[in-house]
């Protein structure tokens, strides 16, 4: 017994003891190589948000096509203000993420979330413009609009095309 456990030839053992275990391991473990990207409704959360707020809430009438919205949530922003966040992971796999609140300052607000105050441009969508902002070290273009009680920002490392595909699908509801 005392040549399994000593030397060369016990570390050679122990070793292939060891290799066999982790692959037996993997073998019998779970694998699955679909993605798998959590999908949240959001239609509570908007629901809610709706019934907390003095004004229309935005959200969109539907998604865009292959888009999974994986996250929602409302928040406390500043002065009392109410933030509503809905997430999405994008077609293209990217990340885009709309955000609304009567926050005041509206610029503030909107600075805040498109982690820039400075406009590169605009963009029309759906014959409304919106003010694009982009910020190159983290990769990130928003789209803003800010009205007269409450600031829209679609942001996230999504291409224009795919924010302005989220912008054009908002519509307002009711009051209440």
């Not at 993997?26 to 959360?45: C, G, K, M, N």
């Amino acid at each position: 017994m005392r040549r399994f456990t000593q030397g060369l030839y016990g570390y050679a053992v122990a070793l292939f003891v060891c290799l066999a275990g982790a692959g037996l391991f993997l073998l019998v473990t779970p694998q699955s190589r679909d993605e798998h990207i959590p999908r949240r409704d959001y239609s509570i959360t908007v629901a809610n948000f709706g019934h907390s707020v003095p004004y229309g809430v935005w959200a969109p009438k539907e998604d865009p096509p292959g888009w999974v919205p994986n996250s929602n949530r409302i928040a406390d922003g500043e002065n009392g203000a109410k933030v509503l966040y809905l997430g999405y992971a994008t077609a293209k796999r990217e990340h885009a993420m709309f955000a609304q609140s009567n926050e005041q300052p509206a610029a503030g607000f909107a600075s805040r979330m498109a982690n820039s105050d400075k406009a590169v441009g605009t963009q029309q969508v759906g014959g409304v413009t919106w003010e694009q902002r982009y910020r190159k070290d983290k990769n990130q273009r928003s789209l803003v609009r800010i009205l007269p009680d409450v600031t829209l920002v679609i942001t996230g490392t999504a291409d224009w095309p795919e924010l302005a595909d989220l912008a054009g699908r908002l519509q307002q509801r009711p009051v209440g």
